[in-house]
């Protein structure tokens, strides 16, 4: 079964922090991504990654960024925490395009900014 | 601007009947759909995904199918049970896919009664 583990399930940070989540797949996905969920909003695409060391914006990028310097682990930095990032991250793989093939998602991470 | 559109509703069923639930989209034209279940505090775990060309997929007591002209998809469960309650949400990717190509509509939360 693919794998994808996320390094916290709950995570409370002060405004200000610089932020780490990080993410992991074991199935050799080429591509993986990062989404926050939010009551109302639905998922929305953070950034994604087709390669190590290639990233492209999703459509919220702003406040964050991200890094792949090995293929299975995908981080997400926020630079400077604040409150209006307070939601539920998820991280997925694909093993191909993202629309021919399904996406296998994390636990997600529970992220709240005081 | 492009729009996914499921009940945003809960969608109450009575155990052992068929669960419909809808997904609607305009100025799309995906080449792809797909459906995923989220349990509460979880990632989405997919479940079926249908082609442009297809009108109709299957896997056990889901089904789903895919009318481009009328812009919709039909996700149906059938024989409902207790354990299908949950957040079923679906997904657009345009022709040729690509890693930034899924868009998720909001879910519609199905609750099945004993």
């Known amino acids: 079964d693919v794998k994808v583990t996320q390094s916290s399930r709950y995570l409370v940070k002060r405004t200000g922090e610089k932020v780490f989540l990080e993410c992991v797949q074991d199935?050799?996905?080429?591509?993986m991504f990062w989404y926050r969920q939010d009551p109302g909003l639905g998922l929305r695409l953070i950034y994604f990654?087709?390669?190590?060391?290639?990233?492209e914006k999703g459509d919220i990028p702003e406040g964050y960024s991200v890094s792949r310097e090995k293929k299975e682990r995908f981080s997400l930095i926020l630079e400077s925490a604040s409150t209006n990032q307070t939601s539920m991250y998820l991280c997925?793989?694909?093993?191909?395009?993202?629309?021919?093939?399904?996406?296998?998602f994390g636990p997600g991470t529970r992220l709240t900014v005081t | 601007s492009q729009k996914i559109e499921q009940n945003s509703e809960a969608l109450n069923i009575q155990e052992g009947k068929t669960a419909t639930l809808t997904c609607n989209y305009t100025?799309?034209?995906?080449?792809?759909l797909q459906w995923y279940r989220q349990d509460p505090g979880r990632g989405p775990v997919f479940l079926l995904l249908?082609?442009?060309?297809?009108k109709e997929k299957r896997k056990e007591r889901l089904k789903v199918t895919f009318d481009t002209t009328l812009k919709q998809s039909l996700f149906h469960i059938t024989a409902s049970q207790p354990a299908d309650s949950a957040t079923y949400l679906c997904?657009?990717?345009?022709?040729?896919?690509?890693?930034?190509?899924?868009?998720f509509g909001k879910g519609t939360h199905l609750i099945i009664q004993p």
């Open positions: 199935m050799d996905h080429e591509n």
């Open positions: 997904a657009l990717a345009y022709s040729g896919g690509g890693a930034d190509g899924l868009t």
């Open positions: 100025n799309y034209s995906p080449a792809y």
């Open positions: 249908i082609r442009e060309n297809e």
């Open positions: 990654s087709y390669d190590v060391k290639m990233k």
């Open positions: 997925a793989s694909s093993p191909g395009l993202a629309g021919t093939y399904e996406q296998y």
